[in-house]
Structures are given as structure tokens and as C-alpha cells.
T-cell receptor, first 112, second 114 residues
């Protein structure tokens, strides 16, 4: 089915480890986004991408790395995970600024 | 600067009551888009509606209706004859033309009691 999928749905890891969250969309949307959702902070933008090989920082980019070698994939990497990065991560895509962003089901990440 | 305020943190009503969720936004841009999303207990974010800044027509979709008023910078969401399945966190969001960022309000947790 067409849509946007995130993997894994749940992940537990330890501080200092590298972890990559995957995001894949089948709509060929130009724009892709990564958000984190935390109690008291709502949804905050980490990184976004306007097209393949074009990425830019959002509100809270520190500690994260993204890449977009293909239009359909937008992985998010925590290079050295910290407890403060425990959160629910959402990937989203949209055709352009005026169109709604469609979200994946989220990845619940726990850093011990 | 862009900002979205959902002043109601939590609302609890009895089934079949009507309920309105408030959303007030701030932006200096003349072209922008407003959205509502629903996040049920299962956690996914579901798109409900989009409005652009040039279209102030109210919209009704079944039991849902939206009232967009530029004069008061508000984009309120009303559920008529609420049902238990409407229980969720609802987010209002703003995105300006040319801006990549979708600015979310803090969300309103709506609980519909049987």
C-alpha cells in the first residue's frame, strides 16, 4: 500500500550507541521531515529535506544526522545517543508547502 | 515569528455533547496554511483539514466543522454530537508559504465520556 512507513516502531538502546531510524514514503513527495514529540514540548522539527540531496536543520538538530540520497527515504541517525533523546519520533512527507504533511506511525525510542 | 496557541489543555465532555477546540495563530505572512491533526490513543497523527489564508469559508465534514476567521486569527474546530471515538489529542498547525516548518500548537486532549 502507498504511504509512509517508519521502522522500527520501538527501539531501546544505551547511551553512546549509534541508532538509525528509517523512513520510507511511496508518494514521491518532495518534502520529508523528522519531528520529535515530547511531553511539554509538543512536536518539534529536527530536520527536513526539500528534495533528494537537500537537507536543512529544524528547531532541534543537535545530536542528529540525516541524509536523503533517494527521494523516498529519509533516515535519521543519532550518532551517540543520549538520554535526552528518548522520545517519540515522527517522519512526515508533503508534496509542497501548501499540502498537508502526512505522518508515519512513529518510532518510540528509549535511551537507557 | 509564527506561533499557534491552543489554550485548552484538556477538555472532558459527555457523549453527544458538542465541543469546540480553539486555535489562535500568529504570523506576519499573507499566505499561509492552517491544519488540524488528530492523535488518537494509538499514537499516529491523522490529518483532518487544511485551510489556506485566502479561503475563509467554513467547512463541514459530517460531525466536524471548522470556523476560520482571519480578523481574530482563529481556526476553531467543532465536533457535533461527540462520540467516544473522538477522544484524542487534537493539534492545530500553521505553515507559511515558502517556510518548511509546520508550527504546532501544544494540543488539546479531548476526552469523551460515555
Amino acid at each position: 500500500d502507498a504511504g509512509i512507513t517508519q521502522s522500527p516502531r520501538y527501539k531501546i538502546t544505551e547511551t553512546g550507541r549509534q541508532v538509525t531510524l528509517m523512513c520510507h514514503q511511496t508518494w514521491s513527495h518532495s518534502y520529508m521531515f523528522w519531528y520529535r514529540q515530547d511531553l511539554g514540548h509538543g512536536l518539534r522539527l529536527i530536520y527536513y529535506s526539500a528534495a533528494a540531496d537537500i537537507t536543512d536543520k529544524g528547531e532541534v538538530p543537535d545530536g542528529y544526522v540525516v541524509s536523503r540520497s533517494k527521494t523516498e527515504n529519509f533516515p535519521l541517525t543519532l550518532e551517540s545517543a543520549t538520554r535526552s533523546q528518548t522520545s517519540v519520533y515522527f517522519c512526515a512527507s508533503s508534496e509542497n508547502a501548501g499540502q498537508p504533511q502526512h505522518f508515519g506511525d512513529g518510532t518510540r525510542l528509549s535511551i537507557l | 515569528a509564527q506561533k499557534v496557541t491552543q489554550a485548552q489543555t484538556e477538555i472532558s465532555v459527555v457523549e453527544k455533547e458538542d465541543v469546540t477546540l480553539d486555535c489562535v495563530y500568529e504570523t506576519r505572512d499573507t499566505t499561509y496554511y492552517l491544519f488540524w491533526y488528530k492523535q488518537p490513543p494509538s499514537g499516529e497523527l491523522v490529518f483532518l483539514i487544511r485551510r489556506n489564508s485566502f479561503d475563509e469559508q467554513n467547512e463541514i465534514s459530517g460531525r466536524y466543522s471548522w470556523n476560520f476567521q482571519k480578523s481574530t486569527s482563529s481556526f476553531n474546530f467543532t465536533i457535533t454530537a461527540s462520540q467516544v471515538v473522538d477522544s484524542a489529542v487534537y493539534f492545530c498547525a500553521l505553515r507559511s508559504q515558502g517556510a518548511q516548518k509546520l508550527v504546532f500548537g501544544q494540543g488539546t486532549r479531548l476526552t469523551i465520556n460515555p
